[in-house]
């Protein structure tokens, strides 16, 4: 049962154009959710987060956006850059209960930004 | 700054041996965890520490031990490595169980044949 879910494994897109990945999940507990971006042969690394309180949170050209009743996120890339081609991963958490910080991943998506 | 550091990068076992997978962080975090990653699956987590002493499994745990004697380490074993083993392994730490992000090493890739 997978309990976080990205449908597209994989996206394409002109640079300066936007990127929109899209994320699903099932467990209305998660309160607390976050992207990652992975480049082979790396560990993922931290790229933002949100909390349930708010719809909306914005770190340069990354916005993420939050729709508890659809239970989806998107995370949007303007403009995109060749450098940002990557494995993108969502992920999810209970934040205020006893998850301690475990983490549940969707699959990932695969950005591809061409020149 | 070494952040997460995992030992080895590469790893190719035989069916049945063992090996212990190393990680050690400097950020003095007090959770840690191990994932493992494999196609189309994203990560899922194998066992993860809330301090020294504690430990508890996670989604898939078989097969598995871990241990935490100190904040800076926890290392992962595998007991009768098996190809279904065959994975990239990711240790992570983050500051507390709080809302935070984790931080990723940069992953093992084992091979079991």
């Known amino acids: 049962d997978q309990q976080v879910k990205q449908n597209s494994p994989s996206l394409s897109v002109q640079e300066g154009r936007i990127s929109i990945l899209n994320c699903d999940y099932t467990?209305?507990?998660?309160?607390?959710f976050l992207w990652y971006k992975k480049y082979p042969a790396e560990g993922p690394t931290f790229l933002i987060s949100?909390?349930?309180?708010?719809d909306k949170n914005e770190d340069g050209r990354f916005t993420v956006f939050l729709n508890k009743s659809a239970k989806h996120l998107s995370l949007h890339i303007v403009p995109s850059q060749p450098g940002d081609s990557a494995v993108y991963f969502c992920?999810?958490?209970?934040?205020?209960?006893?998850?301690?910080?475990?983490?549940?991943f969707g699959q990932g998506t695969i950005l591809t930004v061409h020149p | 700054n070494a952040g997460v550091t995992q030992t080895p990068k590469f790893q190719v076992l035989k069916t049945g041996q063992s090996m212990t997978l190393q990680c050690a962080q400097d950020?003095?975090?007090?959770?840690m965890s191990w994932y493992r990653q494999d196609p189309g699956m994203g990560l899922r987590l194998i066992h993860y520490?809330?301090?020294?002493?504690?430990?508890d499994q996670g989604e898939v745990p078989n097969g598995y031990n871990v241990s935490r004697s100190t904040t800076e380490d926890f290392p992962l074993r595998l007991l009768s490595a098996a190809p279904s083993q065959t994975s990239v392994y990711f240790c992570?730490?983050?500051?507390?169980?709080?809302?935070?992000?984790?931080?990723f090493g940069q992953g093992t890739r084992l091979t079991v044949v």
């Open positions: 520490s809330v301090g020294a002493g504690i430990t």
């Open positions: 467990n209305s507990m998660f309160d607390y």
């Open positions: 950020m003095n975090h007090e959770y």
């Open positions: 992920a999810s958490t209970n934040a205020g209960g006893t998850s301690y910080g475990k983490l549940t």
């Open positions: 949100i909390s349930s309180i708010k």
């Open positions: 992570a730490s983050s500051r507390d169980r709080g809302p935070t992000e984790a931080f």
